[in-house]
């Protein structure tokens, strides 16, 4: 019986070993825009690639959709905004485990213009930070 417990114990941990060894994990943080200290805070990352992520600049605003996937060892990063004047702007980002960077493109859909962009880790996620 005690056997059998143990055993429903360990395939009820598994899901969260695997959440533990999501490729995307490595993107929690805050991140920092050196160019303007606009802030990008994930604090989750699942395995599926869904982000609970934030941006501010300063103030806060929730991204619409925040996504992360792989191409080959590759992470890749999207982010949009819906809010603030912001309607449309896009973060499309890849992470560049050598300098633990995110460097990409951000698309200003207000101007119709698009910027190369690069965020440095500034700190973990903050715990409950919204």
Same mark, same amino acid.
């Given at each position: ?44 990352? $699942? ?48 992470? $560049?485990?050598?300098? $633990?960077?995110? $460097? ?27």
């Amino acid at each position: 019986m005690a056997l059998g417990g143990l055993l429903l114990a360990a395939a009820c941990a598994q899901p969260a070993a695997a959440q533990a060894a999501s490729p995307y994990a490595v993107l929690e943080g805050r991140w920092v825009r050196p160019d303007g200290g606009y802030t990008v805070t994930i604090r989750a990352a $699942d395995a599926a690639g869904r982000l609970d992520a934030a941006y501010a600049n300063p103030n806060p605003l929730p991204f619409s959709k925040a996504e992360a996937r792989l191409d080959g060892s590759t992470v890749f990063v999207f982010l949009e905004l819906q809010a603030g004047g912001y309607n449309g702007s896009t973060y499309s980002l890849r992470y $560049d485990a050598a300098r $633990d960077a995110l $460097d990409g493109v951000y698309y200003q859909a207000v101007a119709q213009q698009k910027y190369a962009v690069r965020f440095l880790r500034a700190g973990p996620a903050a715990a409950g930070s919204r």
